[in-house]
């Protein structure tokens, strides 16, 4: 692989942001992404037809040289950082996800996909459709304004409280996609993907961990999200309602985190249950701590940067009840808010370093893990650990 | 969060719930009552925020640790005997019986009373000073279902 020289500009949006990736800065405490649409079928065709070109530089290439250069210490070129934090939903065909609301976005879909992928005029610039792609790292999935609104949760706050996907795109804007896309992430996660389907293999790979389970498939029931699966990743997990749930959810098994003492004894309560796939208690995120970045073979769903959330949330999150959390959100403000921006890190992402401290106080699951000492993420996390939820704060304590 | 004494309860929520009303939601931006409260209504507050399931005054708790909004001071927790309360990580529902209405308040209130000397509204002091700790009382639940009065 040569060094990395972008061949031309990126075209921009109306935001100046680079279309084709997500300019997702560096995540900072005090800091929320800026994010912007992505390219899609609609637009490639557009771009196409006025003879414009795509840099051919892959995803995992980019995300390669990336890795390389924090590795070594450097500074990613502006274009590197900005493909290695590229949009989860480049991967997935806006079309299959916005368009499958309409007949003719049906009969389109029909027409220009099959089996393989996307097979019309333009398949050459389709390259996530052929069969032996892999699909490149992503690096988080996150839950958005959008498709809160679109699930009927209402009372959210104003764009710019979002941590991340749904700052400042408009609804109509392409990204409309991203919400649904980071709802089904999340969703995944809900039966602890990593166990049903080897997800940590998955994760290892590179490939996209983006799935629906059933309660997920009947969560967003008319959107379009039971059809956007077949399109995200190399085939190694599909979750496609034409064709019946592919994959079974397996019990997940709990979390063995080394050295990890339990804080149940702190809890106020502790029920019995849970996915086992959460560690619960009170977090918080110290600024001396920094940063952590999310080891291979694992991902971990955290809820906004800077926020409380409901114990009612956590226990949620803990007992891998998202559609229940879907609900809650619907008749409850607060959890609302908290599960705005809610987003899943995979391997290879910078996240704070957060504190995870006792559960005092807290209604918490019996398999969960807790901790009776303060204990920051970079020592929770390690490898191939699978699909992490993080039922706790991420509060700011300077 | 401030909020005005007395003022209705809007944390969270987009519209008052007009039968809850606001104590003790201080920050170090805003002036504040001062003044020496009953011994025994500091006592009894303590009391009541230390509870137990039978009478239980909190409701939204959260998962994070809250520094006093006045002096900054972290994790700061409250005891009866092997009990330990750590404050700020819910809100305390207290009933105000003869008025049909509820004070909302941060469970940090306490230690504002204590140690920064606050002096709430006289009302909420009577309600704390009358409620009656033997009755079983679950402020979460008598929350929600406010919460869904408001709604309907």
Redesign the interface.
């Known amino acids: 692989m040569g060094a990395f020289k972008p061949k031309e500009k990126p075209l921009t949006d109306s935001f100046g942001n680079a279309q084709g990736t997500a300019v997702v800065e560096r995540q900072t405490p005090q800091q929320a992404d800026t994010r912007t649409a992505s390219i899609g079928g609609g637009q490639l065709e557009q771009m196409v037809a006025n003879g414009q070109t795509l840099d051919t530089l892959t995803p995992q290439e980019m995300a390669y040289l990336a890795r390389q250069e924090r590795n070594n210490g450097g500074v990613l070129p502006e274009d590197l950082y900005n493909a290695v934090y590229k949009n989860p939903s480049d991967d997935i065909d806006e079309v299959v996800v916005t368009g499958y609301r309409t007949q003719a976005d049906r009969d389109w879909y029909a027409a220009n996909f099959n089996s393989i992928g996307y097979t019309g005029p333009h398949k050459d610039y389709f390259p996530s459709k052929k069969p032996d792609y892999v699909a490149p790292q992503i690096t988080k999935i996150s839950l958005g304004k959008v498709l809160t609104q679109a699930l009927g949760i209402g009372?959210l706050p104003a764009a710019g409280a979002f941590g991340v996907a749904g700052v400042g795109i408009a609804a109509t804007s392409l990204a409309t996609k991203l919400p649904i896309l980071n709802e089904a992430g999340l969703l995944a996660l809900e039966v602890g993907v990593g166990d049903a389907i080897g997800g940590a293999s998955i994760l290892r790979a590179g490939g996209a961990v983006i799935g629906l389970g059933a309660a997920g498939l009947k969560s967003l029931d008319n959107l379009a999200a039971s059809h956007i699966l077949q399109r995200t990743s190399n085939g190694s997990y599909l979750a496609e309602s034409d064709f019946g749930v592919l994959t079974k959810a397996y019990e997940p098994s709990t979390l063995n985190i080394a050295g990890l003492e339990s804080g149940h004894s702190f809890a106020?309560s502790v029920t019995e249950g849970g996915t086992g796939r959460s560690v619960?208690?009170?977090?918080?995120y110290w600024s001396q701590d920094g940063f952590s970045i999310v080891p291979e073979g694992t991902s971990i769903t955290l809820p906004r940067e800077g926020i409380?959330?409901?114990?009612?949330?956590?226990r949620y999150i803990e007992n891998g009840d998202w559609s229940g959390l879907m609900r809650a959100a619907n008749?409850?403000?607060?959890i609302a808010?908290d599960i705005q921006g809610m987003t899943t890190w995979l391997p290879g992402a910078t996240v704070p370093n957060y504190t995870l401290?006792k559960?005092?106080?807290?209604?918490i699951y019996s398999r969960s893990s807790s901790t009776n000492a303060p204990v920051t993420l970079n020592n929770l996390l390690s490898p191939n650990m699978g699909c992490v939820n993080w039922?706790?704060?991420?509060?700011f304590?300077d | 969060m401030f909020y005005k004494d007395l003022s209705f309860y809007q944390y969270?929520?987009?519209s008052p719930i007009k039968n809850i009303l606001n104590i003790g939601w201080l920050d170090s931006k805003n002036d504040f009552p001062v003044g020496n409260s009953p011994s025994e209504f500091a006592k009894k507050l303590e009391a009541i925020i230390i509870g137990d399931d039978h009478f239980d005054v909190?409701y939204?708790?959260?998962?994070?640790?809250?520094?006093c909004n006045l002096c900054g001071e972290?994790e700061v927790t409250i005891h009866a005997g092997n009990k330990?309360?750590?404050l700020g990580?819910?809100e305390i529902l207290i009933p105000d019986v003869g008025n049909n209405l509820f004070f909302a308040s941060p469970s940090m209130i306490v230690h504002y009373v204590k140690v920064h000397n606050y002096h709430p509204p006289q009302s909420f002091i009577n309600a704390v000073l009358q409620l009656d700790v033997k009755r079983h009382y679950c402020a979460e639940d008598v929350f929600d279902g406010l919460?869904?009065l408001r709604?309907e």
């Open positions: 009372s106020r619960a208690g009170h977090g918080s409380s959330i409901a114990d009612k949330t956590g008749v409850n403000e607060r808010n401290t559960p005092n106080g807290l209604n039922a706790a704060c991420t509060v304590i | 969270y929520i987009s909190h939204n708790r959260v998962r994070g640790i809250h520094a972290r330990e309360m750590l990580m819910t919460l869904s709604a």
